[in-house]
T-cell receptor, first 115, second 108 residues
Framework: EPEVTQTPSHQVTQMGQEVILRCVPI?????FYWYRQILGQKVEFLVS????????KSEIFDDQFSVERPDGSNFTLKIRSTKLEDSAMYFC?????????????FGQGTRLTVV | DAKTTQPPSMDCAEGRAANLPCNHS???????VYWYRQIHSQGPQYIIH???NNETNEMASLIITEDRKSSTLILPHATLRDTAVYYC?????????FGTGTRLTVIP
């Protein structure tokens, strides 16, 4: 079964450093997403991406964050100048379409620890 | 923000059907009802979705009331591996806003 893969599985970084989280969506999917989950809290929507553009973003997704599809397979989330409160699980997801009648497939996540 | 209400927790005996309710009284006409689950801290896993009609797949059944204000996810024969947090989400798209879900514990 096709799956969304994320690397690394765990990333530790120092406060103030930049990190890039990587995702390989399912190959025929056109819509890509990032979510995050702070330990013990809800899964939160960050951003959706289609056709090399951000489709929608939440209030969390401020200027510290950016997304990119640098080539035909990868989808990345960059966090500039990380803060302690950025420590969380970050999940990438992809879907074939963005309309309601389709499902999103999630990766297993990257655990980001900011120290 | 999440527009659904779910009980925070439920138990189910192994082998029995698990019926997980969800209220979504403010659902709009073109919003779908999705169910996802999350086992430990793994990525959310899609289970099923529907618009108006009841739906069934290899994992579960989804029963949506005629007024669409509530729904029930049915796992017909719960196993220990079904222990997870189950999320009911209403959405027009895959920009999903998760609530706190129902923590289902399947008991041996």
């Amino acid at each position: 079964e096709p799956e969304v893969t994320q690397t690394p599985s765990h990333q530790v970084t120092q406060m103030g450093q930049e990190v890039i989280l990587r995702c390989v969506p399912i190959s025929n999917h056109l819509y890509f997403y990032w979510y995050r989950q702070i330990l013990g809290q809800k899964v939160e929507f960050l951003v959706s991406f289609y056709n090399n553009e951000i489709s929608e973003k939440s209030e969390i997704f401020d200027d510290q964050f950016s997304v990119e599809r640098p080539d035909g397979s990868n989808f990345t989330l960059k966090i500039r100048s990380t803060k302690l409160e950025d420590s969380a699980m970050y999940f990438c997801a992809s879907s074939e379409w963005d309309v309601g009648d389709t499902e999103a497939f999630f990766g297993q996540g990257t655990r980001l620890t900011v120290v | 923000d999440a527009k659904t209400t779910q009980p925070p927790s439920m138990d189910c005996a192994e082998g029995r059907a698990a019926n997980l309710p969800c209220n979504h009284s403010t659902i709009s006409g073109n919003e779908y009802v999705y169910w996802y689950r999350q086992i430990h801290s793994q990525g959310p896993q899609y289970i099923i979705h529907g618009l108006k009609n009841n739906e069934t797949n290899e994992m579960a059944s989804l029963i949506i009331t005629e007024d669409r204000k509530s729904s029930t996810l049915i796992l017909p024969h719960a196993t220990l591996r079904d222990t997870a947090v189950y999320y009911c989400i209403v959405s027009l798209s895959n920009n999903l806003f998760f609530g706190t879900g129902t923590r289902l514990t399947v008991i041996p």
